[in-house]
């Protein structure tokens, strides 16, 4: 869960009235700076504008209370309408700068805050997807910062760094209008100026901090909305749609949805009005400041030591005093946007320049003329969130163009192996090597640009035809469409997926997202064979190891048969090495060596009719299947292209 750094000391709402603590003060200012760092991404028309309106809205308080005692005075004396028409003027110029302010305000707001804002979730994309590995994107500390930084507040009001940006220079606007109030005040009474500036920077302070810690608590809950937001993607969207009604979860999903909103919320409920109920301090000094305010003025003139004028230049300042104290949207605005500023900088310091930098200049991995020689060495690998390592002291050895078969029982680590071999993990133990390098020595872009993979969750991208089979080479992608059409009918050559690519309406142009306008959908099915071709063209752009995982769930028997005539044959004649994980022991019979992954270990390795023969796990199994593929089909009615089995 996101937390703030523990060197500065949490405000407990329950404080009152005082300075801040130097370190309080430090973290304040050091916030700011980070925020008003960020508006060298704003345009310099944007920035204009804002100084522009800060300007305006800090001036236009000290401009009438010096104004207006022109104006009363010189009324007083009975003088022409000629002799008023100046102060009269000015005055009417200010109030007229201050409602353009206040009418320029939010198109400002928003010119200067979107391309901070959209600088900052490039950033957070570039953290998500720089990394070399994707263990990060497991981890629940980048998942609550993650989604704390990409956050916009709640309900109508967008807050975030963008808009904290934004009010923390409006904020700054008021301070140095307050200061040129003080100032015309402290010409008449410095000691009453001097205390009304102090009592108003304290009663900020005392609301900086309530507010400072309600934003903090509501930080904490960043795991607990994810779960909301779980809930409300069940809900609304298609993936769990079927099963939603067909099993009457609709009033359970909402239910659920209801307990956990309550239970993220009620702290933060609770907290708020607790804040609000001690309000009475603030409150109060405010008050005492307002009477200090008319009183000691009043009180002067009401003896004649202060003008009818000067009485009213005193007020109009004391009120440009006080506007320090207003907490409007911005005081928000700035709490919960410098969380997401806080969210981004800690994933900077995670995953940004410094950790990248380390991978930079690493060496290339150079090509040997054949498919690579991949060694696993003592290999162990552990999950964040878990205790048990998943691999543990493994050894396994890949050699160039060979089909290998990993098999093991769910959770046996099959998957997490393919990912170690592909550079996304990094084993905490051991070593992965290819060709004798370590993998972590070497730059990880250059390994992938020799990796095909089918994964059984692969991506469906919602792009044309083209593009889902150019994906698997993605250097071929920016090429023109009619010589990226020419690569990939070469690359799928007779393949199933051809029949497929000539069905589409409008053949590899055609647009595969359901929602999108003129796209459409595909089978499960479809999708594979979709997946096959992305495949065999990434073995035609120089991919020479292939990882297949589970890539023939969604096919019947005689596409699977044709899946591997189409890929596993066309790896061996390119001379591809090939890692095959599958539960249908029937389709990696044939595999060049088969490999048993049981308690994190390679228990048994072989190929199909040495494993028989050593009648272990492998063995047992396969019997297990062989059975129950005696049983259906021997079933009366059974259809003979049924291709079901039981999960090994």
């Known amino acids: 869960m996101s937390t703030h750094d523990s060197s500065v000391p949490v405000p407990d709402p329950r404080l009152t009235l005082g300075a801040l603590h130097p370190r309080e003060l430090r973290a304040l200012l050091t916030e700011r700076r980070d925020l008003l760092a960020l508006l ?5 028309a944007s920035l204009t504008g804002m100084v522009l309106l800060t300007i305006g809205a800090a001036t236009t308080m000290p401009v009438i209370a ?63 997807i720089r990394p070399r590995g994707i263990a990060h994107l497991e981890e629940p500390a980048f ?53 009304l500036f102090t009592a108003t920077l304290l009663n900020r302070s005392a609301q900086r901090r309530q507010w400072t810690y309600l934003v903090t608590e509501s930080d904490r809950l960043a795991g607990g909305q994810r779960r909301v937001d779980y809930y409300d993607e069940l809900a609304a969207g298609s993936a769990a749609a079927k099963e939603i009604r067909l099993f009457g979860l609709a009033g359970w999903l909402i239910g659920r949805r ?61 009120a440009g005093i006080f506007v320090v104290t207003q907490t409007g949207m911005e005081s928000f605005d ?64 890949i050699r160039p163009g060979e089909v290998l078969a990993v098999v093991g029982v769910n959770g046996a680590g099959k998957t997490t192996l393919t990912k170690l071999i592909a550079g ?43 593009d889902n089979i150019a994906f698997g080479a993605p250097e071929t992608a920016d090429l023109p469409d009619a010589q990226l059409d020419a690569l990939v009918r070469r690359s799928t050559g007779a393949s199933s997926a051809v029949d497929l690519l000539d069905s589409l ?42 990882i297949l995982d589970e890539p023939t769930a969604n096919m019947d028997v005689k596409a699977e ?51 028989l023969a050593a009648d272990g796990t492998y063995a047992h199994l396969w019997r297990l299947q062989a059975a129950r593929f005696d049983e259906t089909s021997t079933t009366p009615g059974h259809d003979e292209d049924d291709d079901s089995e039981p999960a090994a």
């Open 40 to 44: 060298r991404h704003a345009g310099p």
């Open 66 to 128: 010096l104004l207006v005692s022109q104006v009363v005075d010189r009324a007083a004396h009975g003088v022409s309408l000629a002799e008023l028409a100046a102060p009269l003027v000015g005055i009417a110029v200010a109030l007229l700068v201050q409602q353009l302010v206040g009418a320029l305000t939010e198109l400002v707001k928003v010119a200067v805050s979107r391309p901070i804002d959209g600088a900052l979730r490039s950033r957070l994309r570039a953290l998500a």
């Open 143 to 195: 998942q609550d910062d993650a989604q704390r930084a990409g956050e916009i507040g709640e309900g109508w009001w967008v807050r975030s760094a963008g808009t904290a940006v934004f009010s923390s220079v409006v904020v700054l606007g008021r301070l140095l209008g307050a200061v040129l109030s003080a100032g015309v005040l402290a010409a008449h009474f410095p000691v009453l100026a001097v205390l």
């Open 258 to 318: 209801a307990d956990a909103h309550w239970a993220l919320r009620s702290p933060y409920w609770a907290l708020r009005r607790s804040i609000l109920r001690r309000q009475w301090l603030t409150i109060a000094l405010s008050v005492g400041c307002g009477v200090a305010a008319f009183l000691v003025p009043g009180l002067a003139a009401a003896r004649g030591e202060l003008s009818a004028g000067d009485l009213m230049t005193c007020l109009t300042a004391a």
């Open 334 to 397: 700035i709490e919960y946007g410098k969380g997401a500023l806080a969210a981004v900088q800690r994933l900077e310091r995670r995953y940004g320049d410094a950790a990248i930098a380390q991978q930079r200049g690493l060496p290339g991995l150079p090509r040997s003329g054949q498919a690579p020689e991949v060694r696993l060495e003592n290999v162990s690998f552990t999950y964040p969130t878990v205790e048990r390592p998943v691999l543990s002291g493994l050894n396994l050895e």
């Open 424 to 466: 996304l993990y990094e084993p905490g133990d051991g070593r992965v090597t290819v060709d004798g390098r370590d993998l972590t020595e070497v730059d990880a872009e250059s390994w992938r640009r020799r990796i095909g993979t089918i994964y059984q969750d692969y991506v469906r991208y919602p792009a044309t035809a083209r």
């Open 505 to 546: 309406p409008q053949g590899l142009g055609t647009l595969l997202w359901r929602t999108g306008s003129g796209g459409r959908d595909l089978s499960g099915g479809q999708w594979q064979k979709l997946a096959v071709a992305r495949t065999l063209h990434a073995t035609a752009h120089g991919r020479d190891l292939v």
């Open 561 to 611: 048969l044709e899946f591997f005539r189409s890929v596993v044959e066309d790896c061996r004649e390119r001379g591809v090495s090939v890692v095959l994980i599958s539960h249908r022991l029937s389709t990696i019979r044939d595999a060049d060596r088969i490999v048993v992954l049981d308690g994190g270990r390679i228990t048994e390795t072989g190929n199909h009719l040495e494993l």
